[in-house]
């Protein structure tokens, strides 16, 4: 049995004492990624976020393509339209889409519009 990897993008900004991923097993649990700092509407902060879960995926010799699962939090559900229009454009071209969820939380970090969470398998790994 494999031991857990952090994960991380060097120079990338951590809110709070947790690893940016943990890779295991060829299974990878991605933590929160928000982009506050992208702007202040939810298609930048959504596009920003992917951005970073794209970033962390890479880190881990992993693409988008690996994603199980997403799970996204919007701090308005009335964002959902716009966000899945980003959301839309990251996934294309994937064969198979993750499992997805999204819904409100009373409040996100750092006052960001959306929290994309991801867990992947290198499909590499364990063949």
Request: glycine share 6%; proline share 5%; aromatic share 8%.
């Amino acid at each position: 049995m494999a031991g857990k990897e952090r994960i991380e993008v060097e120079g990338a900004t951590v809110y709070g004492p947790y690893s940016p991923a943990v890779k295991s097993n060829g299974i990878l649990w991605l933590s929160g990624q928000i982009a506050p700092e992208a702007g202040d509407d939810i298609t930048s902060q959504t596009k920003a976020s992917f951005d970073k879960v794209d970033a962390l995926l890479a880190a881990a010799g992993m693409s988008k393509d690996d994603a199980c699962f997403v799970q996204v939090l919007l701090n308005d559900i009335k964002d959902f339209p716009t966000m899945n229009d980003a959301y839309a454009t990251w996934v294309e071209g994937i064969a198979i889409a993750p499992a997805r969820a999204a819904f409100e939380a009373a409040a996100l970090p750092a006052a960001a519009k959306v929290e994309i969470i991801v867990q992947a398998i290198d499909a590499n790994c364990c063949e």
